[in-house]
């Protein structure tokens, strides 16, 4: 198996050697000896961002255990156990699956031959009674007939290990032995077994789980592995302290692990002396160590700063284990240790054929992250965001209400910083906030620290008192800062921020937050402004901070753990090169065939984007970037993300203004768009009305009323406006709500050069229509209302294309691009508006052949042949559907 798979699943349980006798079981509450043999349930942590193992004693798992609910591919860890364990835990697999009762619990580990002391006891094979006086085999409270016992295949021990075998008659224990005879053993094994091995341990043995190729062979082979596996733990962890262990991983080109201490050096040194250390990576030439998760050898190299190696490989090319000659001379041990003791890792059965269980049911009420995720991000979202000084403390900060950021006397740059990381390989989806604040009235500092997975509610918090002392609360933030990011705080501040494999990412952010009062909704029945009522009902709308809101978090965006309603233009630029160079891998090509792209190159596109621009899924992971429909769909999405910050840098500019000037005047002159109310009896109104009322294209189920309409004009539209190129059509334009105020302000604009060609049908342009429906579709009606644009274009000399293509512009002599529709408004009902045709005629067959389109769609790609003309406020009765 050499191959990129899919994101490995983690399993829902775990199975060690008690490292401490510190933690509890979380069945029965008693603290777990030291060394212990012990059970977790694995679930996704409430307080960080991966998974959080719930230790239980080995007894008080198997109590909650289920059938079904276990397998041995779904316990991580059970290769470093010793062999007689991993049967204990097979026996237990076996009985559960043996059982009938989902809710079986096998009771016992100690097998007993006995007579049955009455004709009551039924057996748990058979469900028949055991008479009086017959031998029976007895597992705590589980009893069966000596047969039926034999014919599970759980104990593979010879009938000597039967407690009460001694008090048999002679004719009893002859029959034992012929039913359960005595395993024999090679020389080499008995070489193995440690000679401080206490002898006569009653532990249970398990039926294999064979696959075809499994056989006796194969389970002695691999009961061999798993003890020179253990022997040589034993071994090292003996001879070796941690210093020249870590001096052993890094001699053999690994490296020492950031979680597990010793015992983590342990699982790869052993694996190096026993099977020899596995070559570089073929593709990266990273490290390749065992993983425990997957049953594979895992590379833990990089593909690029965003994204791990994604190799793997159950049968690694193998060099010998290298020991340093002053190690050997300082080191009896390392002297005379021999490696290479077997020439291949060996696979339980189960590795390779048993699907991983995604997850425990009957340990649920242990998965609090999950019922977590059920409340939103957004619940700690109801604190009032208050700004001082230009800024916002995070009001999870304990001292929230006193403090404001504080800002570096020299540079005038806060102490604050947002880092992300997304990593679909591992399941990460992360965020890490950093603040130093200080006291409004006083002149203590404190340093607020932030973590946690986007969109949920995991993770945690933590507000540290440095009292006056600045210069201890800096140095922890840098410390703080690079470990996070593995960038220093200088380095980021002189504008040298480098994203690290192993580190997280800077979230850039317009850091100068709107003031409170800004987020409240216009309040028209208050207001003074002698603006018509229609003028202050639509401004009300456009500028609603809650249409914003729900705009992103539709997006999947989370906006209350990381401000991304604030996210800067050059970072959604960044962004948009991500999908742009995603573009060129999609369509790349090699003598007109499609080239095959690896997964790892997604995954890598994939952690930069969600990187850039953090997604709010819970507990999934964001979706992979492999195909153009997503691609496009995340084009969108950008060019969302910028109509909203142009909204919200006209709110902050307001803070300047007069505090006594009606709100709804300054909102309306920063629009700087001239609105007046078109007049229903008017001969305009009379026919927008007509073209609403016969632009229905037969697709679209959406019935639209009219509500008013406003004539608009842009100054400088007008004096832009390339009128001279002729043949002026009067199209519609469609979007979303929340994109309004920076259309008005800033026009129609084509989207930026960083965004991919690919997301747009016929390029990037100004696309509008001749039938109202089709830009209905894009309105994402809110309260049943949605706003439509009626734009007088130029559209000059038409380029007429039947299908999507990739255009930049139209080719010499022509001024616009048509993609032609099947259905089109009849020509002969078109009217005349202002020097402007309106094709204003009931949808007909156009007649045109080998057509892709449904429906015209009229592309510029000069923001100079466009001016806004009138905007349509409508009742939109059924939702349209895309």
């Known amino acids: 198996m050499e191959n990129e798979d899919e994101t490995p699943k983690e399993p829902p349980y775990g199975a060690e050697y008690a490292k401490s006798n510190r933690a509890s079981c979380k069945g029965c509450k008693q603290l777990i000896s030291q060394g212990e043999l012990r059970m977790a349930v694995r679930f996704p942590s409430r307080f960080f961002d991966g998974m959080q193992e719930n230790w239980h004693h080995f007894e008080c798992f198997w109590k909650k255990a289920r059938k079904n609910d276990i397998n041995e591919a779904s316990i991580r860890g059970m290769e470093w156990l010793k062999w007689e364990d991993q049967e204990r835990i097979r026996a237990r697999i076996t009985e559960l699956k043996e059982s009938d009762d989902s809710a079986y619990t096998p009771k016992a580990a100690v097998m007993k031959i006995e007579h049955a002391k009455s004709g009551s006891s039924k057996c748990y094979k058979c469900k028949n009674s055991i008479a009086k006086g017959d ?12 047969e039926c016992f034999h014919s599970l295949g759980i104990f593979q021990k010879s009938a000597e290990d039967l407690n009460g075998y001694n008090d048999l008659s002679s004719d009893e224990q002859k029959r034992l032995d012929e039913l359960f005879p005595k395993a024999t053993q090679t020389p080499a094994e008995e070489g193995i077994k440690r000679k401080n091995e206490i002898s006569g341990t009653e532990t249970p043995t398990s039926k294999r789980m064979k696959s075809d190729g499994e056989d006796k062979e194969q389970t002695e082979a691999l009961k061999k592995q798993s003890e020179l596996l253990w022997n040589t733990r034993i071994a090292l962890r003996e001879n070796l302290d941690s210093s020249e262990m870590e001096e052993l991983l890094q001699a053999n080109g690994n490296f020492k692990p950031k979680k597990g201490g010793a015992e983590a050096m342990l699982d790869k040194l052993v694996d190096f002396v026993v099977f020899g250390v596995p070559q570089p990576c ?108 230009g800024f916002v403390v995070d009001p999870r900060c304990e001292v929230a209400d006193e403090c404001h950021v504080y800002l570096d006397p020299k540079t005038k740059r806060p102490w604050q910083a947002n880092l992300s990381v997304v990593d679909i390989s591992r399941g990460k989806n992360s965020y890490y906030k950093l603040q130093i604040v200080k006291e409004d009235f006083g002149s203590n500092f404190y340093l607020f620290r932030a973590w946690g997975r986007v969109g949920t509610v995991i993770g945690g918090t933590k507000t540290d008192d440095y009292g006056t002392d600045i210069e201890e609360c800096t140095d922890e933030f840098k410390r703080l800062f690079e470990e996070k990011s593995l960038n220093t705080w200088e380095s980021y501040i002189a504008g040298n921020f480098k994203k690290n494999p192993s580190g997280m990412d800077i979230v850039e952010v317009d850091f100068a937050d709107r003031k409170e009062n800004q987020t409240q909704k216009l309040d028209i029945g208050a207001s003074k402004s002698r603006l018509p009522r229609p003028v202050k009902e639509l401004l009300s709308m456009i500028f609603d901070v809650n249409a914003f809101t729900n705009t992103l978090r539709e997006l999947d965006i989370d906006l209350t753990k990381m401000p991304l309603g604030r996210l800067s233009r050059s970072h959604v630029l960044k962004a948009y090169k991500v999908l742009t160079e995603l573009q060129q891998i999609l369509e790349r090509k090699e003598d007109g065939k499609a080239q095959p792209t690896s997964r790892g190159v997604f995954v890598d596109f994939t952690n930069r984007f969600y990187t850039l621009i953090p997604h709010a899924t819970g507990l999934k992971s964001p979706p992979i970037l492999d195909n153009l429909n997503v691609l496009k769909e995340k084009c969108g999405m950008l060019d969302n993300l910028l109509e909203i910050e142009i909204a919200y840098n006209l709110l902050k500019s307001e803070e300047k203004e007069p505090k006594d000037k009606d709100a709804f005047d300054l909102h309306y002159e920063k629009l700087n768009c001239k609105m007046e109310i078109l007049e229903q009896n008017s001969q305009e109104f009379s026919l927008i009305k007509k073209y609403v009322e016969v632009g229905h294209a037969p697709t679209h189920g959406v019935q639209l009323e009219i509500i008013n309409v406003l004539k608009i004009e842009r100054e400088l539209e007008m004096k832009r406006f390339k009128r001279d190129i002729g043949n002026l059509h009067l199209l519609w334009h469609g979007s979303r709500l929340s994109n309004y105020v920076g259309i008005l302000s800033q026009g129609l604009r084509i989207a930026p050069s960083e965004a991919p060609v690919t997301g747009y049908m016929f390029g990037k342009g100004i696309y509008l229509a001749d039938m109202v429906s089709k830009s209905a579709n894009y309105c994402y009606v809110i309260n049943g209302e949605g706003l439509l644009l009626l734009c007088e274009v130029a559209l000059g000399e ?45 949808p007909i067959k156009s007649g045109a052949e080998g057509h892709s389109l449904l429906y015209n769609e009229f592309i510029v790609y000069d923001e100079a042949q466009i001016r806004l003309k009138y905007l349509v406020r409508v009742k939109i009765k059924n939702t349209p559907l895309l």
């Open 282 to 389: 073929p593709q990266c030439n990273g490290p390749l160590n065992y993983s425990t998760t997957t049953h594979s050898y895992k590379c833990y190299g990089t593909l690029s700063e965003y994204t791990r190696c994604l190799y793997t490989t159950r049968t690694p090319e193998r060099r010998p284990f290298f020991i340093p000659k002053q190690m050997k001379s300082g080191n009896k041990f390392l002297k005379t240790l021999k490696t290479a003791l077997l020439p291949a890792r060996l696979y339980p059965a189960a590795a390779l054929t048993e699907e991983i269980i995604l997850k425990s049911k009957a340990f649920k009420s242990l998965n609090t992250a999950e019922r977590s995720t059920n409340q939103k991000s957004g619940a700690s979202g109801s604190k009032k965001l208050v700004e001082k000084h």
């Open 135 to 146: 031998l029976r085999v007895s597992s705590k409270a589980s009893f069966y007939h000596l």
């Open 798 to 842: 038409i380029q007429e294309e039947k299908d999507a293509k990739e255009l930049r512009k139209p080719k010499k002599g022509k001024h616009s691009v048509k993609g032609v529709g099947g259905t089109v408004p009849n020509p002969s009902e078109f009217e005349q508006l202002d020097g402007a045709t309106v094709p204003c005629g009931k």
